[in-house]
């Protein structure tokens, strides 16, 4: 193996200048530079990334941290992930993946020193990773948000937004009875979960402001959940001609449904999709328009804001909530 | 910050007795070790993990390999990732995420001496990234597997078997010509991709076998496709009465796509689903039987293989085919 002194003899330069060009830790002229990464080069020299991270300080390792086992993630969290592996991989970062389910767990991992910084995903409204985080020093940012719109770094989608975007298109077209379906993870840890909470107070007080009656309806996050949503709405609900699903699992699920109980879609009930993907609205079968919200745009925000931090940690929190847009294949029209 | 001197001085051992402690390099008598730990853990002491794995050469880190372009991955991909890094939490290593394209950029992840080993997702054929880690002498294993069946340690689905059980079912039934959907996903990089060549050949050999008239059809890795792939085969072959279906992410659509066409499931086509999650046939919409292969599984024993690997570098390769369980949920019946 070829050493830092092979670098150093062959370039005629000392040991500690060969360090500080191999580390970064000091600045060397650039003519000295050039012979050390010459030298480098020719002896095929490679540094090591662990050897480098301690002299620096610096792992060059963010940390993704989600739940390992409350939440079966959907194809939304797989985009979010593989967007922030890549985000990282194009600014000379790895992307560690931490399945971590409690505080304590989480606090076990950081004292290791590993990461530069931290991602937190499936934020809750008040997320007890961010005040441990917090009191820990450690840099991160957050897929989703708290309750708290001051608070540390975030990137989300607009949910409300979206909420309005999809109220303006279904009363543009005449619909006065719109209801909200909402995939809810369950569970008491999901009790305070970013996307459910915001999208329903959206919901209700969009409706209020407009003079609509509200219906909420609830359903599991899986496609057979949607079906029984589908037909309990069906039965009990023969007013609501259009409704707004915010669940990328229980969507096609809770279509097949409405048209098994007889309701055509969009001739009886206009079904339209809040924060899927571009993807799912061009190949999902049946097809559903939706407020796109694209989940890959989210993991590389969230990991360009980590390291534009952690190159200036005096930096104000960035705070930035990504728009949907309205995305028509035909599952949604006037009402009768 | 307290410091391995600090917990010397504490013990009342040498600094190099604490490091062969902390770095696990050489071993130490039971009550001096114990001594040693009850300091470390009076003064909350925190092992660095960087400077563990710079002592000791072990980072406890692998990485896993998947392509980042060239393929959407699906549910089951999504359950390989999590369940290895939970697999790999729970032997005390930390899992990184490589979204790498091509041979090169693997070679240069490796150059940094980051992980301890790889595994790679997503193997074809004759895969080059297999003789690059092989070259490089980096412990490695395969999710997936190459044509060579002697070669480096593996994890795969018996594709083959899944085919042999689906094949049993649907002729236990009386089906005597039944159809194979192969969900592909298309270009020259996927030419040799191991689940669709593997289940492919099987399906022939087995047909044949069996006296059976083969007919394969390949649909888009997406809903949308399926339903196209169904409209197609009910117009062009009324004679098939029995389907199965290698894809995940086409089969809702398949299915939809049939009834659509006028060809009840399962009176008039039985559909049977090759390797998808338990959680799929629990959940999806429509309901569709399958041979199931838990991807979860497959991470997690991939991850364990590669960690028993990293503690005993002679041990033979070790080569896993998880065989698929049929599980019946109503979409196969006898033929009319």
């Given at each position: 193996m070829v050493t830092m002194q092979d670098v150093a003899d062959r370039a005629g330069v000392s040991l500690t200048t060969v360090s500080f060009v191999v580390n970064g830790t000091k600045r060397v002229a650039p003519a000295t530079r050039g012979r050390v990464e010459a030298a480098m080069a020719d002896l095929g020299y490679r540094r090591n990334v662990l050897a480098r991270a301690l002299a620096s300080r610096r792992s060059h390792i963010v940390a993704l941290v989600f739940?390992?086992?409350?939440h079966r993630l959907g194809s939304t969290a797989l985009s979010i992930v593989t967007a922030a592996a890549s985000a990282a991989t194009e600014r000379g970062f790895n992307v560690v993946l931490w399945p971590v389910d409690d505080v304590a767990q989480l606090d076990d991992y950081l004292s290791?020193?590993?990461?530069d910084g931290v991602l937190l995903m499936?934020?809750?409204?008040?997320?007890?990773r961010v005040a441990l985080l917090t009191e820990r020093e450690v840099p991160f940012g957050l897929i989703g948000r708290t309750?708290?719109?001051?608070g540390p770094s975030f990137v989300d989608m607009d949910f409300a937004g979206m909420v309005t975007t999809g109220l303006d298109h279904l009363t543009d077209l005449g619909h006065r009875r719109v209801a909200l379906l909402l995939g809810d993870p369950g569970g008491p840890a999901w009790s305070g979960y970013g996307p459910v909470v915001r999208t329903e107070q959206a919901y209700l007080a969009e409706s209020a402001r407009r003079g609509l009656e509200p219906l909420v309806v609830r359903a599991g996050q899986d496609p057979r959940s949607g079906r029984r949503a589908a037909t309990a709405l069906a039965a009990d609900h023969a007013d609501v001609t259009g409704v707004m699903v915010l669940d990328e699992a229980a969507l096609s699920g809770f279509v097949n449904g409405l048209v098994a109980a007889?309701?055509?879609?969009?001739?009886?009930v206009s079904v339209l999709a809040l924060a899927t993907s571009a993807a799912d609205v061009a190949t999902a079968d049946p097809a559903v328009s939706a407020v796109v919200a694209p989940g890959s745009e989210l993991g590389t925000r969230a990991v360009h804001g980590l390291v534009e931090r952690l190159a200036d940690p005096a930096a104000p929190p960035l705070h930035v909530l990504l728009p949907g847009t309205l995305e028509l294949v035909g599952s949604t029209a006037a009402p009768r």
């Open positions: 739940p390992a086992l409350q290791g020193g590993l990461v499936e934020v809750t409204a008040d997320d007890p309750d708290d719109p001051t007889g309701r055509a879609v969009p001739d009886d």
